[in-house]
Each structure stands twice: as structure tokens, then as C-alpha cells.
């Protein structure tokens, strides 16, 4: 029996020590790497959300971002004119071209869009509303200005660009009253890479995104430039210096992802070693699997079964946050079962 409990205790302690592989790998799961996620595969929003036309990053990111200063959003006007059909009279529509930008027009902070007046009104309206709701409701803020695109393509598939935003600034929508005109500031929380698209290249990949320079050291184009330079194998794909989007970015988890890099703790401080985590794993922990293992030579084949599956179950409630180990643990109970021969 000796000999019995200590095979299962170091096996029980190499489990145990694989937990950090665990958890590490549970959380890169916090990325969302699939193609409904917007920070991979973005589409302008119906009904909500801005493109922004004719505008330079590099100077949308000075002005919001080192200058402060909020932005308002211009609409074209419409030209309407009419059908007459017999009984019905159809207005149309026509959007005229836009004139060309000039650097004056680059550097004010008047943002271009392509929408006419009224139909910015209803989307800057329900983007403001969407907006507040998630901060009402979440805590957090999803609105983000995006500077810049990597268009790209999936392995085998030559025909389905997908855009990825490159530069995420945090916005906000405000207005001093229902009459007053919409204006953009910068939340002053942290601007930051898409932390998704990193991920997902470096996967599929083999690509490394490079991570942005501090704030006060970023020049956008330099950037870019960068993850040009890293892309450079995949012929088709490009980034769009200047293609830029308000829109609505989730970052909860990516807040986790980043909370939970050992990386970023300090060494007398790694998680491993948080009070927590030894309570978790070790107070009492030990002594547990030993009283558990302790077993008489009357024991039965099924009572030395179930001290097996208590225990187990033991460390899968220890250890819930990691599915995969709870399946190793069910494997073990089912393999121990299998063995016929098993004597206590």
C-alpha cells in the first residue's frame, strides 16, 4: 500500500505542478481568436459606429492624444432630387463626391465621415447611447477610436481580406446638451496594440506584432512601418496607415489576460507564491491526500475505488478553473477502476 500511495502522491504533485502550464494556457483562452471578433475581422456596425474618410492617423493621434483636445465629426450635404412616376414621386438620394483634403483640413479637428448630416446624427446618437449602456451596465468603457488596418488573409483562402485595427485609443462621446453637436475626447486611460491580433499572428502564423512604443515616445508611422516590416513575407498582405474607425472594442478579458502574465510580476511576488494560491495548493493540502490514501488491509477493492474518486474529486474542486485538468482527473478514476488486479 505504501508503495501504492506514494505513486499516486507524485503523481498527484506532478499534476499539481502542471498547473501553471494549465492556467497559462486557459489564459491565452481569454483571447478570442475566432473571426467574429472585431479587433480581427472588423466591419463597420449598421446603425452605429463612424468610418472616418480622408484623415491621417499620425495627426488624429497628436490631437486627441498629446494636444487633448476633443474632435467634432463633419457629414456631406445631400442632393436630393425627384422621380416622377406616374402617381408616385420618389426622392433620391445622391451623395456628391468629397472635395479634396488638404494638410490644413489634415491638422484641424473636424473629423471627415462619409455619411450625409442626418444619418451622422443617428449613428454618433446610437453610438452614444451604446456607449453608456455598456458603462452603465459593465463598468467599462468599449468605445474606441481605431487608428490604422492590417489587411490580411487566412491560410488558403486568397480571395477574403480581413481587416484587424492596429492602434486603439480609448474615446467618449459627449454633448452639453440635445441641441449641441457631438465631440470626441480621449478618455485618458491606456492606449494600446490589439492584443488579439498579436495573438492570432503569432499562432496561425509564426508573426510577431510588435507591442507600441510608450505614449510620449509613439510616432503612429514609425509604427506602422514596423509591422510592415514583420509582415513583409505575406505578399498580399498590407497596413492602411490611414484607415480608421470609431467603433466598439471589449478589452475585459484582454484586462485578465494581461493581470495574469508572470512575467509582469515582480520575482518575490509571482502569483505562484500570492497566500491564495498556497492555500489553494498547499495548507492542508498534502495531509488531505495522505489521510485520504490512508488505507487498512481489510479495505475492499470498491472502498480503496472510492477513496480514489473522493480524492480526485477533491483537487478537481481544488483546481475547477482549469476543465482540463478535470477531464486528467476523471481519466485517472477511470483508468484505476479499469485494473482489475488493484489490490489496497
Known amino acids: 500500500m505504501a508503495e501504492q500511495s506514494t505513486e499516486l502522491f507524485n503523481l498527484v504533485t506532478k499534476m499539481l505542478e502542471s498547473i501553471k502550464a494549465k492556467l ?3 489564459r491565452k483562452e481569454l483571447l478570442d481568436l475566432g473571426l467574429r471578433n472585431p479587433l480581427l475581422n472588423y466591419k463597420t ?3 452605429k459606429g463612424l468610418k472616418i474618410v480622408q484623415e491621417k492617423s499620425e495627426f488624429i493621434f497628436d490631437i486627441l492624444a498629446r494636444q487633448n483636445k476633443a474632435m467634432t465629426f463633419l457629414g456631406i450635404p445631400e442632393k436630393k432630387g425627384s422621380k416622377i412616376n406616374q ?11 468629397l472635395a479634396q483634403p488638404t494638410e490644413e483640413s489634415y491638422q484641424d479637428t473636424k473629423l471627415q465621415t462619409s455619411e450625409t448630416e442626418q444619418k451622422l446624427q443617428t449613428r454618433l446618437l446610437n453610438t452614444y447611447y451604446f456607449a453608456r449602456t455598456s458603462i452603465e451596465e459593465q463598468g467599462v468603457n468599449i468605445l474606441y477610436l481605431a487608428l490604422g488596418m492590417l489587411k490580411w488573409y487566412e491560410q488558403g483562402n486568397t480571395e477574403t481580406s480581413r481587416c484587424a485595427p492596429l492602434l486603439l485609443i480609448p474615446v467618449e462621446l459627449e454633448r452639453s446638451s440635445a441641441q449641441e453637436r457631438f465631440r470626441l475626447k480621449y478618455t485618458g486611460s491606456e492606449i494600446g496594440a490589439n492584443l488579439s491580433l498579436q495573438a492570432k499572428m503569432k499562432a496561425d502564423f509564426n508573426i510577431s506584432i510588435p507591442d507600441m512604443p510608450d505614449s510620449e515616445e509613439m510616432n503612429v508611422n514609425s509604427y506602422f512601418r514596423l509591422i510592415e516590416d514583420h509582415i513583409a513575407k505575406e505578399e498580399l498582405w498590407s497596413v492602411e496607415h490611414d484607415e480608421i474607425e470609431l467603433g466598439f472594442f471589449s478589452f475585459g478579458k484582454f484586462m485578465i489576460y494581461n493581470d495574469l502574465d508572470v512575467a509582469k510580476w ?3 511576488h509571482q502569483p505562484g507564491s500570492h497566500e491564495n494560491i498556497l492555500a489553494l495548493l498547499k495548507p492542508g493540502f498534502n495531509q488531505t491526500i495522505n489521510l485520504m490514501l490512508k488505507t487498512t488491509k481489510t479495505s ?3 472502498q ?5 474518486l473522493k480524492l480526485l474529486m477533491l483537487i478537481a474542486h481544488r483546481c475547477r478553473p482549469s476543465w482540463q485538468l478535470m477531464k486528467g ?5 477511470k483508468a484505476r477502476q479499469a485494473q482489475g488486479n488493484h489490490k489496497p
Open 24 to 26: 497559462e494556457a486557459s
Open 45 to 47: 456596425p449598421k446603425g
Open 87 to 97: 402617381e408616385v414621386v420618389e426622392d433620391d438620394t445622391e451623395v456628391p463626391e
Open 266 to 268: 515582480p520575482d518575490a
Open 300 to 302: 475492499t477493492k470498491k
Open 304 to 308: 480503496t475505488q472510492m477513496r480514489y
Open 329 to 333: 482527473m476523471i481519466w485517472l478514476y
